[in-house]
C-alpha cells in the first residue's frame, strides 16, 4: 500500500480527497501548513506528495524543492488554480510528474495516480499483473446474489466482492469501496440500475459496468451503451459465463487505464515542447 501526503489548506477539500485516496486503496496523511507538511514528510516518508501549490507558511514551489531535496525519489504532483503556462513548466522542470487544474476532477487524480503507480512500481518490482477485480455486486433478489457471490468466492477466490441489495446501496457501497467491474441488476428497487450506473459515474468513470437484466430488447441495450455499459448478460445465464465476462471487462478497463496514462503523459511533452517553442 503506497502513502500520500495531501497538502491542501481548504479543509473541505482535504477531507474529500482524503476520502477518495482512502477509497482507491491508499494509505493517507495530511497537512494544511507547508512547514508542518515538511515536518509531517519527514516523519511520514509518504512515496508520493498531493499538494496545493499555493501553500500557506511556504511558498509551493520551495515546498517541491525540498521535498525533492530530502528525497528525490518521491512522486509529487500539484493542484492548481493558476494554469499559466511559466508555473505549470516550472513545476515540471522541478521533476513534477503532474498538474491538476482546480477545482479538481476525481477522474484527473486517478490517471495522475496511475502513472505515480506504473513509476513506484517499476521501482519497487511490483507486478502489475498481479491486480485482481474488485466486483460489485448489485441485485435485490436474494437467490441469485447469494449463488453469484458463492460462485464468484468458489472459482476466483482471491477476488474481493462487495454486495448491494438495491441501487440506492450500490451506489453507498461504490462511493466506500474501490469497484473495478460493476454488477448492476437493471430493475432493483429505490434506484434502477441504470439510475445507480449514472449517479456512480458522477463520482468517478475508472470502472466497468456489467448490466443483468431479464429484458433483451433493443431499446435497453441501446440505453445500456449509451450509459457506458461494457456488457449485457440475459437472465437466465451460466454461471461460468459470468467470470468470463468480468475477466473481459477487467482487460478492457486496465486497457483505459494504461491508454489514459499514456495520453496524459503525451500531453504533458507536448505542454512543456510547445511552450519550449514559444
Known amino acids: 500500500m503506497y502513502k500520500v501526503l495531501v497538502v491542501e489548506g481548504n479543509g473541505v477539500a482535504r477531507n474529500v480527497l482524503s476520502r477518495f485516496l482512502k477509497r482507491e486503496g491508499y494509505e493517507v496523511v495530511e497537512s494544511d501548513h507547508g512547514e508542518r507538511a515538511l515536518e509531517l514528510f519527514l516523519k511520514e516518508r509518504p512515496d508520493v506528495v498531493l499538494a496545493d501549490l499555493a501553500l500557506s507558511g511556504l511558498n509551493g514551489f520551495d515546498f517541491i524543492c525540498r521535498i525533492k531535496e530530502i528525497s528525490s525519489q518521491t512522486q509529487v504532483i500539484i493542484m492548481t488554480g493558476d494554469t499559466g503556462p511559466e508555473n ?8 513534477v510528474l503532474d498538474f491538476i487544474k482546480k477545482p479538481v476532477d476525481l477522474d484527473d487524480i486517478t490517471v495522475a495516480l496511475g502513472r505515480m503507480k506504473h513509476v513506484l512500481d517499476k521501482q519497487t518490482g511490483v507486478a502489475n499483473d498481479s491486480l485482481l477485480p474488485t466486483v460489485l455486486l448489485a441485485d435485490d433478489d436474494d437467490i441469485i446474489r447469494k449463488y453469484l457471490t458463492r460462485h464468484i468466492n468458489a472459482v476466483k477466490e482471491n477476488w474481493p466482492v462487495h454486495v448491494a441489495h438495491d441501487g440506492e446501496e450500490a451506489v453507498n457501497v461504490f462511493k466506500q469501496e474501490k469497484v473495478d467491474i460493476a454488477l448492476l441488476d437493471v430493475n432493483m428497487p429505490r434506484k434502477s440500475g441504470l439510475v445507480a450506473l449514472r449517479e456512480m459515474r458522477q463520482y468517478s468513470t475508472d470502472f466497468k459496468t456489467i448490466f443483468l437484466t431479464g429484458y433483451a430488447d433493443e431499446d435497453f441495450v441501446l440505453q445500456a451503451l449509451r450509459d457506458q455499459a461494457v456488457d449485457y448478460i440475459i437472465k437466465p445465464f451460466l454461471k461460468d459465463d459470468i467470470i468470463l465476462r468480468i475477466e473481459n471487462a477487467f482487460v478492457k478497463l486496465q486497457q483505459d487505464r494504461a491508454l489514459s496514462c499514456k495520453n496524459r503523459a503525451q500531453q504533458l511533452a507536448q505542454y512543456a515542447t510547445g ?4
Not at 275 to 278: E, K, N, S, V, W
Open 88 to 95: 505549470i513548466i516550472k513545476a515540471l522542470r522541478m521533476g
Open 275 to 278: 511552450f519550449d517553442q514559444t
